[in-house]
């Protein structure tokens, strides 16, 4: 896990190594089995959680869900290897939950670019 914080800006990455990543890179949220759904809802709990630690105006959360390079490569084609929403806070702060796919077993600079895109 990760934290970058500017002035104006925290991001919060979570590194999630579990199986149901995949195959929430391949099918999205309704591919998953009701177990790993429920996997899945307790990371993103958590990923908020994080995200109300810090006082920033701006605050991105990040799940990181590592696969296989040719995994990464089918989700890259298909313009598939993140999602973001706005969640809505009562402090009027922007909250960004982000949930992105990193190839594992690539070179460290393509791996930091495909984190960037993902972060916006």
Do not use: N
């Amino acid at each position: 896990d990760l934290v970058l914080a500017r002035p104006d800006r925290t991001i919060v990455i979570d590194a999630k190594y579990k199986p149901h990543g995949e195959a929430l890179g391949a099918h999205g949220r309704s591919g998953l089995r009701d177990d790993e759904r429920e996997v899945h809802r307790d990371d993103v709990l958590q990923a908020l959680a994080y995200s109300s630690l810090f006082a920033t105006e701006r605050v991105t959360a990040v799940l990181a869900y590592p696969c296989r390079p040719e995994r990464w490569a089918s989700l890259s084609e298909r313009r598939r290897t993140h999602a973001r929403t706005a969640v809505a806070t009562a402090a009027g702060r922007r909250v960004d939950l982000v949930v992105c796919a990193l190839p594992l077993g690539v070179s460290a600079e393509k791996g930091r670019t495909a984190l960037m895109e993902a972060i916006g």
